[in-house]
């Protein structure tokens, strides 16, 4: 199948500073590209859907100013959480999609932790 | 958007099969059912899709309600590494998202 991989899968920061996650197709163009995150023990809740070329679409919520969404190529998008406060601390998972009615292929998340 | 339910948690013994049920009533016709199953600290994982017909690949059998408002995922031979919380959820055609329910904790015990 296809494959997502997603970058860093841990990181560790200090409260104030900015964490940049990677979340690269590497076989395939992704149209669309998802963002997630998932608290401990909770299901996955969707942040912000992801089109090449174009601004991203947040869900209500979401900080749009917090998280910057960047999807500059049909192969990479990034989450930039901006001025990381201990409440950021979560697990982030990104997914990549063909369009159509094939499955989402998802990244190996990122376990941000806010110190 | 259709949504789903399924119960909070199972258990199923090595080696039998685990049947994990799912209702998605108001799904409307042109949505497909998609379970995912995520193991502890990863990105889920796809397992298998359909619309109307029963599906079958190397990993599970999806088997849907000629009414479509529910459907039973079938792993054949459960084996301990199938332990994980499996997600059953409603393809939302328009704009791909995918609307993650609670999930169901299946616990496989030897």
């Known amino acids: 199948g296809a494959v997502v991989s997603q970058h860093p899968s841990r990181v560790i920061c200090k409260s104030g500073t900015s964490v940049k996650i990677e979340c690269r197709s590497l076989?395939?163009?992704?149209?669309?590209m998802f963002w997630y995150r998932q608290f401990p023990k909770q299901s996955l809740m969707l942040m912000a859907t992801?089109?090449?070329?174009?601004?991203?679409?947040?869900e209500q919520g979401v900080e749009k100013d917090k998280f910057l969404i960047n999807h500059a190529s049909l192969t990479l998008s990034t989450l930039t959480v901006t001025s990381a406060h201990p409440e950021d601390s979560s697990f982030y998972i990104c997914?990549?999609?063909?369009?159509?009615?094939?499955?989402?292929?998802f990244g190996q998340g990122t376990r941000l932790t806010v110190v | 958007d259709a949504k789903t339910t399924q119960p909070t948690s199972m258990d199923c013994a090595e080696g039998r099969a685990a049947n994990l049920p799912c209702n998605h009533s108001t799904i409307s016709g042109n949505e497909y059912v998609y379970w995912y199953r995520q193991i502890h600290s990863q990105g889920p994982q796809y397992i298998i899709h359909?619309?109307?017909?029963?599906e079958t690949n190397e990993m599970a059998s999806l088997i849907i309600t000629e009414d479509r408002k529910s459907s039973t995922l079938i792993l054949p031979h459960a084996t301990l590494r199938d332990t994980a919380v499996y997600y059953c959820?409603?393809?939302?055609?328009?704009?791909?998202?995918?609307?993650w329910g609670a999930g169901t904790k299946l616990i496989i015990k030897p």
């Open positions: 076989d395939f163009q992704a149209t669309t």
């Open positions: 359909g619309l109307k017909n029963n």
């Open positions: 992801s089109n090449e070329g174009s601004k991203a679409t947040y």
């Open positions: 959820i409603v393809r939302v055609v328009s704009n791909y998202q995918l609307i």
């Open positions: 997914s990549a999609d063909r369009g159509g009615t094939t499955e989402a292929f």
